[in-house]
C-alpha cells in the first residue's frame, strides 16, 4: 500500500481539526442555549414579559415587520387589541393601526401595531419595574397628549410628515400612582428626587425601544412630554 503524501496528511490533520472545532462549536451553542436568558438569544421565541435583552430589538424589528406577527405577539401578552380601519388623506395613514388594552390615559388611543407592541414591552419593562425601585409604588396610568394627528413636524408648512401622521408616534406626559401622586414631565423632570429619578429612567428605557425619544432636553417644544416614535434613526434627547 502506498504511503499517504504529506500533503494528504496535512490536509487530514486540517481537516481533523476543523471537526473539532465544529463539535467544540456545537457544544458551546448547546451550552448557550441552554443557560443564555431568552431575551438574549435571536432565535428563542419573543415574549413582551421578558425583560429587555441583547436580542430584544432584532426581535421586535422583525415582529414589527409582519403585521400578523405583531398581533401574535400582543395576543401572546395577553395584550387586548381592536384593529382599525385604514384611514388615507394625502400623506397621512392609519395603515396597521389597532386600539389597544394598556394604563394610556385617555384609553386605547389608535396606534400603529408595532407602537402597541414597543409601548407594551415599555410599560411592562421599564415603567413598572421603575415604579417599584424607585417610588416604592405601583403606576395606574400613563397619562398622553395623543398619538395620531395629520400634520407635518411642528405643523409647519413644508416640512416632512410627522410620525403622528401615520399613527407611529406617542406623547407622554405623566403619569399617575396608586398612592394618588400625579407626575409630570412638565414639573417633575428635572427634579433631583426619586419622582424626577424615575421620568430620567423612563426616558433612557425608551431610548431602548423606540426610534426618536424627545423630551424637556431637546427643545421647549417638548418641554410637557416624551415623544416616543418608531424613526428609522436613533436620538435620544
Not at 50 to 78: F, H, N, V, Y
Not at 151 to 170: F, M, V
Not at 207 to 212: I, K, N, R, S, W
Amino acid at each position: 500500500m502506498k504511503p499517504a503524501s504529506p500533503q494528504a496528511l496535512a490536509l487530514a490533520e486540517i481537516g481533523g481539526l476543523l471537526l473539532d472545532a465544529a463539535l467544540a462549536g456545537l457544544l458551546l451553542l448547546a451550552l448557550v442555549d441552554r443557560i443564555a436568558p431568552p431575551q438574549d438569544l435571536a432565535w428563542k421565541p419573543f415574549s413582551i414579559d421578558q425583560p429587555l435583552g441583547l436580542a430584544t430589538e432584532g426581535k421586535l424589528a422583525r415582529i414589527s415587520a409582519d403585521p400578523a406577527a405583531c398581533r401574535a405577539a400582543l395576543r401572546a401578552g395577553a395584550v387586548a387589541f381592536v384593529d382599525q380601519p385604514v384611514r388615507e388623506d394625502g400623506f397621512c395613514s392609519t395603515r396597521d393601526a389597532v386600539r389597544a388594552q394598556s394604563r394610556l390615559s385617555p384609553a386605547a388611543p389608535v396606534m400603529t401595531c408595532p407602537l402597541a407592541l414597543r409601548y407594551a414591552v415599555w410599560e411592562r419593562q421599564v415603567l413598572e419595574p421603575a415604579a417599584r425601585r424607585l417610588l416604592d409604588n405601583d403606576l395606574v396610568r400613563i397619562e398622553h397628549l395623543g398619538t395620531y394627528a395629520c400634520r407635518t413636524i411642528y405643523g409647519r408648512a413644508g416640512e416632512r410628515p410627522s410620525q403622528h401622521a401615520s399613527a407611529s408616534a406617542l406623547d407622554v406626559s405623566g403619569v399617575r400612582l396608586k398612592d394618588g401622586r400625579r407626575l409630570t414631565i412638565a414639573g417633575d423632570f428635572r427634579k433631583d428626587g426619586p419622582e424626577g429619578r424615575f421620568l430620567r429612567v423612563a426616558r433612557a428605557g425608551a431610548c431602548d425601544l423606540f426610534g426618536a425619544v424627545l423630551g424637556p432636553d431637546y427643545n421647549a417644544a417638548h418641554a410637557d412630554h416624551l415623544h416616543l416614535d418608531l424613526s428609522s434613526y436613533r436620538l435620544c434627547r
